[in-house]
């Protein structure tokens, strides 16, 4: 399954990657990453499940509750994804650059 996530968060994305690949430690750029990850989780949640919600034209009350539903995914979230990545050593973080990478093509 693929999402389309905003132009300024692929190019801010690319150069936070390539910073990250050419470190020589990066574990420095954890905070930035786990930020990225928690915006493309954010951006894949809205692509996946709100927008089609108001493409097919739900109504008011159900766009209300499913934005309330995803801003309580992203509290959940968040914190967990920020946590995770703020445990990786260098080669961990390096194997989720790569992930975000294929994701990105």
């Known amino acids: 399954m693929r999402f389309y996530h905003s132009e300024e968060l692929h190019e801010r994305t ?7 690949e ?3 430690d990066p574990t420095v750029h954890r905070v930035e990453l786990a930020e990225i990850a928690v915006e493309f ?15 097919a034209k739900a109504g008011f009350i159900l766009e209300q509750s499913a934005s309330l539903g995803m801003v ?11 946590n995770i990545i703020g445990r990786m ?3 961990q973080l390096l194997s989720v650059v790569q992930s975000l990478r294929q994701f990105m093509r």
């Open 14 to 20: 690319l150069v936070l990657l390539t910073r990250l």
């Open 41 to 55: 989780t954010v951006s894949g949640l809205h692509y996946s499940f709100v927008k089609p919600l108001k493409a």
């Open 72 to 82: 309580g995914v992203q509290q959940v979230l968040a914190p967990v994804i920020r």
């Open 22 to 24: 050419n470190a020589r």
């Open 89 to 91: 050593d260098g080669p």
